[in-house]
Antibody
Framework: EVQLVESGGGLVQPGTSRRLSCAASGFMFGDYAMHWVRQAPGKGLEWVSVISWNSDSINYAASVKGRFTTSRDNAKNTLYLEMNSLGVEDTAFYYC????????????WGQGTLVVVSS | AIQLTQSPSSLSASVGDRVTITCRASQVIGSSLAWFQQKPGKAPKLLIYDASTLESGVPSRFSGSGSGTDFTLTISSLQPEDLGTYYCQQFTRYPHTFGQGTRLDIK
């Protein structure tokens, strides 16, 4: 079964850092682009970043550029999102999703992990 | 960034009704549009890609059409399990963007 499972969410203080992980199974992880998409509670979807299959191409939304870093370890079938300088506006469910190419639709999504930024 | 505007923002319909949701892009995006369904407390699920291609396993009552800037998602005969929020997404250029969502309730 194709599956993506996020972890690492929780309550964090403003200005601190957090790393999210996304474990993939059931498909050749190293063949696909991977994305992070977030959703503030009760709000719409916001794309965060994408990383190509070989990490050669990484793109970010303007709202996180310079603060968030996306990486992947194909040997471990895992995607990461390192989030720094977190603010209350970063409170959201964070989903990982896969696509065939970086500029492509997302065909599989994880269940999400909630990050709450609050003092 | 390319803006996607969905209409309506919400609607309520009865089982068996034909439901149409539209998505308008601020720039031409060809057929680089997908539709997702999100049920409460769940992750989004891909319904339609490339504007009109039905994802495997998605019921045939769902269909998509359009190209350029104007797109439509149609549910031919609404079922109780179709309640949720529907989003369009463009993937022609960065940043990927989503419509604001259309909340669908069952009367």
């Amino acid at each position: 079964e194709v599956q993506l499972v996020e972890s690492g969410g929780g309550l964090v203080q403003p200005g601190t850092s957090r790393r999210l992980s996304c474990a993939a199974s059931g498909f050749m992880f190293g063949d696909y682009a991977m994305h992070w998409v977030r959703q503030a509670p009760g709000k719409g979807l916001e794309w965060v970043s994408v990383i190509s299959w070989n990490s050669d191409s990484i793109n970010y939304a303007a709202s996180v550029k310079g603060r968030f870093t996306t990486s992947r370890d194909n040997a471990k079938n895992t995607l990461y999102l390192e989030m720094n300088s977190l603010g209350v506006e970063d409170t959201a469910f964070y989903y990982c999703a896969k696509s065939d190419q970086p500029l492509q639709y997302f065909d599989i999504w994880g269940q999400g992990t909630l990050v709450v930024v609050s003092s | 960034a390319i803006q996607l505007t969905q209409s309506p923002s919400s609607l309520s319909a009865s089982v068996g009704d034909r439901v149409t949701i539209t998505c308008r892009a601020s720039q031409v995006i060809g057929s680089s549009l997908a539709w997702f369904q999100q049920k409460p407390g769940k992750a989004p699920k891909l319904l339609i890609y490339d504007a009109s291609t039905l994802e495997s396993g998605v019921p045939s009552r769902f269909s998509g059409s359009g190209s350029g800037t104007d797109f439509t998602l149609t549910i031919s005969s609404l079922q109780p399990e179709d309640l949720g929020t529907y989003y369009c997404q463009q993937f022609t250029r960065y940043p990927h963007t989503f419509g604001q969502g259309t909340r669908l309730d069952i009367k």
